[in-house]
């Protein structure tokens, strides 16, 4: 069995610009997510919970999945399933940090909307085999 290898929990999610001192939460003050990692096949779904963020029209939501590889600090997963079909095909390269029970992915800097962000994506661990 691997490191990832169980089912996570979305608990958090942070976005900056680069050099700028605020940030944002992209999947909202109650995001709600779930990633899970099975015999050698990963699948995560994003969602921003907040009551009101449909009403504003910024209710982001994201899911992906494929066979993945991991290393012990990135995560490479080859897209074959998608919400985005341009994704389909491609990977999807995170780093990982694991701090306990919790898992800090950080997608590489890209233009979401009209800014060049960086992202944190963090994971609690709900499941494991």
Same mark, same amino acid.
């Given at each position: 069995?691997?490191?990832?290898?169980?089912i996570?929990?979305?608990?958090?999610?942070?976005?900056?610009?680069?050099?700028?001192?605020?940030w944002?939460?992209?999947?909202?003050?109650?995001?709600? %997510?779930?990633?899970?990692?099975?015999? =050698?096949?990963? $699948?995560?779904?994003?969602?921003?919970?907040? /009551? *009101? !963020?449909?009403a504003?029209?910024?209710?982001?939501?994201?899911?992906? %999945?494929?066979?993945y590889?991991?290393? =012990?600090?990135? $995560?490479d997963?080859?897209?074959?399933?998608? /919400? *985005? !079909?341009?994704?389909?095909?491609?990977?999807?390269?995170?780093?990982?940090?694991?701090?306990?029970?919790?898992?800090?992915?950080?997608?590489?800097?890209?233009?979401?909307?009209?800014?060049?962000?960086r992202?944190?994506?963090?994971?609690?661990?709900?499941?494991?085999?």
């Amino acid at each position: 069995m691997d490191q990832l290898e169980g089912i996570w929990r979305l608990v958090d999610s942070r976005a900056w610009v680069e050099g700028a001192s605020d940030w944002s939460v992209p999947y909202g003050a109650n995001p709600v %997510g779930q990633i899970t990692f099975s015999n =050698g096949r990963m $699948l995560a779904v994003l969602c921003n919970g907040d /009551a *009101d !963020a449909g009403a504003l029209g910024k209710r982001n939501y994201s899911s992906y %999945g494929g066979p993945y590889s991991f290393d =012990g600090t990135t $995560l490479d997963t080859h897209v074959d399933v998608a /919400a *985005d !079909a341009s994704r389909i095909g491609g990977h999807q390269i995170r780093a990982v940090e694991m701090k306990g029970e919790q898992m800090v992915l950080r997608p590489p800097q890209r233009l979401y909307g009209n800014s060049m962000e960086r992202r944190e994506i963090i994971w609690e661990r709900i499941w494991q085999p």
